[in-house]
């Protein structure tokens, strides 16, 4: 444990003692939320940042423990664990390292070396190894063995050969070497396979693509990866000053390691043959997969790290509040589907119009929308932007104007993940009498009220604001965006009496049980009126209770202090300040000027630190404060509805969908999101554009240049920038160390600020819906 919490304090940036302490908080089933919000004492301010990198190297470093003990006691049973390979394996830091040390005693099918070394050949590898000046014939000939395969002398030098091959191949530190050589030093290069051109045609920018293997970034690594899986690209590590016919770099590092020089002796000959095939045929392919699985994994962590930003980012946007709410699910031969959910988001209407093709009722669908928004009372509309949203946007447009006295609003939501919640059992249970297509409405007028309640509903997955979430680790993808979902509801905290359960399991401390159960305690007792009311509800314990009770929100009952997220467990500070004070806890709430005048250090005791007494302070100031920003819309230019009335130069309103790393998508009202490039964000050098954007985000952009039968749109938030004029020094700053083949083959075209290939290179399999 000493070493596993050193080693994370090393990474973060603090003392053992913290991580200890957090560790110690993990292990008896503390949540992440709860330790960062109530706990700062024990941990020393320990943020959810640094708690959630340290919960996920606890678990690799405690896996690593595992595998180090297992490999320990593996090799002292077959008797070979000498002092020195003990310290190796004790201090080796990382899954690879343990694993090149343990190769030599890893139990492993019967090989070629090991059927010499059967046949007594390891005496005549030994001979000809020690002492080049022999003459491998005439010392093979003693060693003829017929009977175990080995019936001349050819024979006997190719299995002598194979027990050095293997030997040499298991030389942890030569591994090491190697791997760290071409780490450096290789090139990844990916080339189409013969044929494969058309079928292949979206992996064209990698048909002949060579770059440094150290720089390779995320969302291109996957992009070969997947070319390969498809049978359209092949893959492999080269070096950039290979010589046809000359020894290899790393034969000449095996050489060496091993001892093996050439002066023209008798064995020098066949011992570097020995060495080619060492390379050739033991290490060359193992390392290269070995590497290859290494950027595979930095690369999927880069990209489940890039999905998670944007979840937290949309999960986090600003929610409409709560209004009466409209929703429009477009479509066009099966119609638009109509919702109207009340402030609560319970379901009040429904209905189905045909506005567009080929029914063409528009006039009746103004008139039946109309009826239902007088009849609710609606105050926003929501359409989703899928198939037909800028036609039925048109449509709402027009009902705003036949309505101007309601003073409706009218937006246009992501859609995304709506269909998977409509056929999901949650939707069934909580809709079992409504038509599937109906709920795909619901939820679009529901998360348009509050994303976060109505989001959480969805795998996240399926939300679409990822780059190639199906390609990456799924468990490893599902923890970390569990993770940000659960963060991101307690951070807000919850209405314990309006909460679906979908959200109140995310609550810390609960599951998907508990959460039903106080659904259910609720339903049948009436709402909750105080905070301890929840230790009635059917196994929820006292540990649970602690873990979830601060995040829950009672918002007019009968403690004050239940609306906000001051912690059950430091009521009686609470009390105490107030006596103190002379102040009544009701009159404390909301009184900034008197809260701020407090010194803090006033009211610390054994029981209560200075970091719990502000956050106490600072929640009586604002209680129950939505971390949410505020409300704001996008305004889509009327007239601008498909990619055919698109112009270069046009500067456009829209909404930002997605943030990867080589840029952000921005939804401009024309069904296809347009790219602004990295290079494009702003007239300073980016090196990371979720510094600068973030999902939700509303922004003005530039078209550059539209790609109508691709569907491509490039976009600049750089509003100076000229559709065809060269790119600015940004852009040839991001570009220049992932230059390729292909690249250096189209330089003039890559050097146009308005070239799709410049501008789409890094954007090939975008985000999956």
């Not at 600003?318 to 919702?339: E, M, S, Y």
């Not at 949650?426 to 509050?450: M, T, W, Y």
């Not at 659904?519 to 602690?546: I, M, Q, W």
């Not at 920038?721 to 991001?734: E, F, I, L």
Request: hydrophobic share 40%.
């Amino acid at each position: 444990m000493d070493r596993i919490s050193s080693r994370i304090a090393e990474e973060l940036g603090v003392r053992s003692q913290q991580v200890n302490a957090a560790i110690a908080l993990l292990d008896e089933g503390s949540t992440v939320p709860f330790i960062a919000r109530y706990r700062k004492e024990v941990t020393d301010s320990l943020d959810d940042t640094q708690l959630r990198h340290l919960e996920e190297r606890l678990r690799y470093l405690r896996e690593l423990e595992e595998r180090r003990s297992s490999i320990l006691s593996s090799i002292e049973e077959q008797g070979k664990l000498t002092a020195e390979l003990r310290t190796a394996i004790t201090t080796a830091d990382t899954k690879t390292r343990l694993e090149d040390l343990y190769l030599p005693y890893k139990p492993k099918r019967r090989t070629k070396g090991q059927i010499a070394l059967e046949a007594g050949l390891g005496e005549l590898a030994d001979q000809l190894f020690n002492d080049p000046n022999l003459d491998p014939e005439q010392q093979a000939i003693s060693f003829i063995n017929p009977e175990q395969g080995f019936a001349d002398s050819k024979a006997v030098l190719e299995g002598a050969k194979y027990i050095l091959m293997e030997r040499f191949a298991e030389d942890a530190e030569l591994l090491a070497q190697l791997r760290a050589f071409l780490q450096q030093e290789a090139l990844f290069s990916a080339s189409v396979i013969t044929g494969k051109e058309h079928e292949g045609a979206k992996f064209s920018d990698y048909f002949s693509h060579q770059e440094p293997f150290k720089s390779v970034p995320s969302h291109r690594a996957l992009a070969v990866f997947r070319g390969r899986n498809e049978g359209i690209l092949t893959a492999k590590l080269v070096l950039p000053d290979e010589v046809p016919g000359a020894m290899h770099p790393c034969e000449m590092m095996v050489a060496q390691q091993v001892g093996i020089t050439n002066q023209a002796r008798p064995a020098d000959a066949w011992l570097a043959e020995v060495v080619r095939w060492t390379w050739r045929i033991k290490l060359a392919t193992h390392l290269e997969t070995d590497l290859f699985n290494e950027l595979r994994e930095q690369a999927e962590t880069e990209a489940i790290n890039v999905f998670a930003r944007n979840l937290h980012d949309l999960l986090l946007a600003a929610p409409a509040g709560p209004r009466c709410t409209l929703g429009l699910d477009p479509g066009i031969r099966t119609g638009c589907k109509v919702a109207v959910v009340d402030k609560t988001g319970k379901l009040l209407d429904t209905t189905t119009i045909y506005p567009h093709e080929p029914r063409r009722q528009w006039q009746e669908s103004l008139v039946e929308l109309a009826k239902l928004c007088k009849k609710h009372a609606v105050e926003l509309i929501a359409i989703g932007n899928g198939t037909a949203s800028r036609e039925t946007d048109k449509l709402a447009g027009e009902l705003l104007k036949l309505l101007p006295e309601l003073k409706m609003k009218k937006i246009t939501v992501s859609e995304a993940g709506a269909s998977v919640y409509s056929a999901s059992e949650l939707a069934a249970k909580e809709f079992p009498e409504l038509d599937v297509s109906l709920r795909g409405a619901v939820s679009i007028a529901r998360r348009l009220q509050d994303p976060l309640a109505e989001l959480v509903k969805i795998d996240p997955k399926s939300i679409g604001v990822g780059q190639y979430q199906h390609d990456v680790s799924q468990v490893q993808l599902a923890r970390s965006l569990d993770a940000v979902v659960e963060d991101c509801v307690n951070s807000v905290g919850v209405d314990v009496n309006t909460a679906s359960a979908a959200l109140l399991t995310r609550v810390s401390g609960l599951n998907s049980t508990l959460a039903h159960n106080i659904v259910n305690y609720r339903d049948e007792h009436g709402a909750f009126v105080d905070r301890s009311g929840l230790k009635k509800v059917p196994r929820l314990g006292a540990k649970t209770f602690e873990l979830s009770a601060g995040f829950l929100r009672v918002m007019d009952g009968n403690n004050p202090l239940d609306r906000s997220g001051v912690h059950p467990e430091t009521y009686p500070l609470v009390k105490k300040i107030a006596q103190d004070t002379g102040r009544d806890i009701r009159s404390l709430i909301g009184d900034s000027a008197f809260l701020h005048s407090l010194d803090p250090q006033r009211f610390t005791d054994e029981h209560f630190g200075l970091p719990t007494v502000t956050d106490i302070l600072a929640e009586l100031d604002k209680p129950g404060r939505d971390p949410r920003p505020e409300f704001k819309t996008a305004e889509f230019q009327d007239g601008v509805e498909e990619l055919k009335d698109l112009v270069p130069g046009m500067i456009l309103q829209g909404v930002i969908t997605n943030v990867t790393n080589f840029g952000a998508f921005v939804d401009i009202g024309v069904h296809q999101d347009g790219l602004v490039h990295i290079s494009a964000l702003s007239e300073q050098f980016v090196k990371d554009p979720h510094t600068l954007v973030k999902a939700g985000d509303i922004v003005q952009v530039k078209v550059m240049e539209v790609e109508i039968e691709r569907k491509r749109i490039a976009l600049s938030m750089r509003l100076s920038d000229q559709p065809g004029a060269s790119s600015a020094p940004n852009q040839r700053r991001t570009e220049r160390p992932q230059q390729t083949t292909t690249a250096k083959k189209n330089t003039a075209a890559s050097q146009q600020q308005g070239s799709m290939a410049a501008l789409f290179a890094n954007a090939k399999q975008l985000k999956k819906k």
